[in-house]
């Protein structure tokens, strides 16, 4: 068993030659299939052919594919070894500072070429689209993560990379913009004039996920050439994060851990948290270990712990299928908060069934708390957070903190799954006392969800 002593290991590495060569789909281990998506038009199930005009055919096989393992492409792997296997290291510092007998692991992905998690599934949808002759891909993002990640792997595969940017994280984060142009992407601020879309919304709207998403399907739809690609939320996009929690529970070998108490990963739409926790949930379903797996979600954005479980639009505009989730509704706008990535307002269809099933927990955490723990972890583990995952370590740093009191040593492993060194002025806010809080009223979560579509 691992003690804290000076001189212990704090970083567990993989070997090239140890990387996860196949993706692991959860579906076939649960003790039921998660509902379909439904057209929007009939609802009706829908089939294969109503994505074909925006996803090319591996990655529709992909979403629909009852395999528990489906093989990852020696052109992916290559592009994976430039950053791949991540490290996973052991906070002995943040444990220190704490005085908590508890082991805090967290596995880093803010080694990829974008910062994030992110390029684990840019690289595989770049991949397959070009494989079918798409020539250029339209998507949305947030935080600037996705728009990044999809921007370097399009430019390995030759692709045009369109990016719509949710206007308040577009006017905060420059950098950003600046890094998807330096990829060879090109950027549009979103609500934009190009889409019709767009054009619903006043120009200075500071813009939602939902409404990006609707401009960026828009454009995609009207040609040929021309495919979407989705950043978290659906099936594949999760599949292809496994590769997290595969390395994640070898490396926890190599620090002779046989057992983890908590797995605690921040949720947006998903990925990251389904890719570190899925494959610890099949060895939880198998009885080998026994962990807690918890998501954690901003107060002001909270679609697993406030939102309801039915079928609703991905989008704002409704151009989407429907599918079965935890939703906000499809026309909420949460508030504009630093932790751009989460605000979406529906959760990953798949997450939303797990959680269903009472296989995992959710609880949401306020900005200015994530930005404590953020300030403490960089201060003792050198590592800036994003702030998204910084609600992760929220949640890590309190169940440690409660570990002092009980003297339990619990192993908690948690994703972090982004560096913040582009989100800067949201540290700024903060060390300036300038972050507030501004959760979520009853009265407008009601609201956004009377827009919800009734189905039967
Ligand atoms: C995009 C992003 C998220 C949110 O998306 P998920 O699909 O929920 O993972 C979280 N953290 C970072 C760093 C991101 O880039």
Same mark, same amino acid.
């Given at each position: 068993?691992?003690?804290?002593?000076?001189?212990?290991?704090?970083?567990?590495?993989?070997?090239?030659?140890?990387?996860?060569?196949?993706?692991?789909?959860?579906?076939?281990?649960?003790?039921?299939?998660?509902?379909?998506?439904?057209?929007?038009?009939?609802?009706?199930?829908?089939?294969?052919?109503?994505?074909?005009?925006?996803?090319?055919?591996?990655?529709?096989?992909?979403?629909?594919?009852?395999?528990?393992?489906?093989?990852?492409?020696?052109?992916?792997?290559?592009?994976?070894?430039?950053?791949?296997?991540?490290?996973?290291?052991?906070?002995?510092?943040?444990?220190?500072?704490?005085?908590?007998?508890?082991?805090?692991?967290?596995?880093?992905?803010?080694?990829?070429?974008?910062?994030?998690?992110?390029?684990?599934?840019?690289?595989?949808?770049?991949?397959?689209?070009?494989?079918?002759?798409?020539?250029?891909?339209?998507?949305? %993002? =947030?935080? /600037?993560?996705?728009?990044?990640? +999809?921007? *370097?792997?399009?430019?390995?595969?030759? @692709?045009?990379?369109?990016?719509?940017?949710?206007?308040?994280?577009?006017?905060?984060?420059?950098?950003?913009?600046?890094?998807?142009?330096?990829?060879?992407?090109?950027?549009?601020?979103?609500?934009?004039?190009?889409?019709?879309?767009?054009?619903?919304?006043?120009?200075?709207?500071?813009?939602?996920?939902?409404?990006?998403?609707?401009?960026?399907?828009?454009?995609?739809?009207?040609?040929?050439?021309?495919?979407?690609?989705?950043?978290?939320?659906?099936?594949?996009?999760?599949?292809?994060?496994?590769?997290?929690?595969?390395?994640?529970?070898?490396?926890?070998?190599?620090?002779?851990?046989?057992?983890?108490?908590?797995?605690?990963?921040? %949720? =947006?739409? /998903?990925?990251?948290?389904?890719? +570190?926790? *899925?494959?610890?949930?099949?060895?939880? @379903?198998?009885?080998?270990?026994?962990?807690?797996?918890?998501?954690?979600?901003?107060?002001?954005?909270?679609?697993?712990?406030?939102?309801?479980?039915?079928?609703?639009?991905?989008?704002?505009?409704?151009?989407?299928?429907?599918?079965?989730?935890?939703?906000?509704?499809?026309?909420?706008?949460?508030?504009?908060?630093?932790?751009?990535?989460?605000?979406?307002?529906?959760?990953?269809?798949?997450?939303?069934?797990?959680?269903?099933?009472?296989?995992?927990?959710?609880?949401?955490?306020?900005?200015?708390?994530?930005?404590?723990?953020?300030?403490?972890?960089?201060?003792?583990?050198?590592?800036?957070?994003?702030?998204?995952?910084?609600?992760?370590?929220?949640?890590?740093?309190?169940?440690?903190?409660?570990?002092?009191?009980?003297?339990?040593?619990?192993?908690?492993?948690?994703?972090?799954?982004?560096?913040?060194?582009?989100?800067?002025?949201?540290?700024?806010?903060?060390?300036?006392?300038?972050?507030?809080?501004?959760?979520?009223?009853?009265?407008?979560?009601?609201?956004?969800?009377?827009?919800?579509?009734?189905?039967?």
């Amino acid at each position: 068993m691992a003690t804290k002593k000076p001189g212990q290991q704090r970083k567990f590495v993989l070997d090239e030659s140890e990387m996860p060569t196949r993706w692991y789909n959860i579906i076939p281990d649960l003790p039921e299939p998660p509902p379909p998506p439904l057209h929007p038009g009939t609802h009706e199930p829908i089939g294969p052919d109503d994505l074909a005009g925006l996803f090319p055919a591996d990655l529709i096989a992909q979403e629909v594919t009852t395999e528990r393992y489906v093989d990852i492409p020696e052109e992916v792997q290559d592009v994976y070894r430039l950053w791949r296997p991540s490290p996973l290291h052991r906070a002995v510092n943040l444990e220190k500072a704490l005085g908590t007998p508890a082991r805090i692991y967290y596995k880093y992905e803010g080694v990829s070429p974008a910062g994030s998690h992110k390029p684990n599934t840019a690289v595989p949808q770049a991949f397959y689209n070009a494989k079918a002759g798409i020539t250029k891909l339209t998507t949305e %993002t =947030g935080a /600037g993560q996705w728009g990044t990640a +999809l921007a *370097f792997a399009s430019s390995l595969f030759g @692709l045009e990379c369109e990016v719509w940017q949710v206007g308040g994280s577009y006017d905060a984060k420059p950098g950003r913009r600046t890094l998807i142009e330096t990829f060879g992407g090109t950027v549009h601020r979103s609500p934009s004039r190009l889409t019709e879309a767009g054009r619903a919304y006043p120009e200075d709207h500071t813009g939602s996920l939902g409404i990006a998403i609707s401009e960026a399907v828009e454009v995609a739809a009207q040609r040929e050439d021309t495919n979407y690609a989705l950043g978290s939320v659906l099936n594949h996009v999760l599949l292809h994060q496994t590769v997290i929690g595969e390395e994640a529970l070898l490396q926890l070998a190599k620090a002779g851990e046989d057992d983890v108490d908590l797995v605690i990963g921040c %949720t =947006g739409g /998903g990925s990251n948290f389904g890719g +570190l926790c *899925f494959p610890f949930l099949r060895e939880k @379903l198998a009885g080998r270990i026994s962990p807690e797996i918890r998501a954690v979600e901003p107060a002001s954005a909270p679609s697993l712990t406030r939102g309801e479980y039915r079928y609703d639009f991905g989008d704002t505009a409704g151009l989407t299928p429907l599918m079965k989730m935890h939703t906000l509704g499809h026309d909420f706008v949460p508030d504009p908060i630093h932790a751009g990535g989460l605000r979406y307002h529906g959760m990953a269809p798949l997450i939303s069934h797990v959680y269903e099933l009472g296989l995992m927990t959710a609880t949401s955490v306020d900005q200015t708390a994530c930005f404590e723990a953020a300030v403490q972890f960089a201060r003792t583990e050198g590592i800036v957070p994003a702030p998204e995952p910084t609600h992760a370590l929220a949640v890590a740093i309190q169940e440690a903190l409660a570990c002092k009191e009980t003297g339990e040593e619990k192993v908690i492993v948690t994703a972090l799954c982004g560096h913040g060194l582009l989100d800067l002025a949201a540290y700024e806010a903060f060390l300036s006392g300038r972050m507030t809080d501004s959760g979520l009223s009853d009265e407008a979560l009601r609201s956004a969800l009377a827009a919800v579509p009734q189905i039967g």
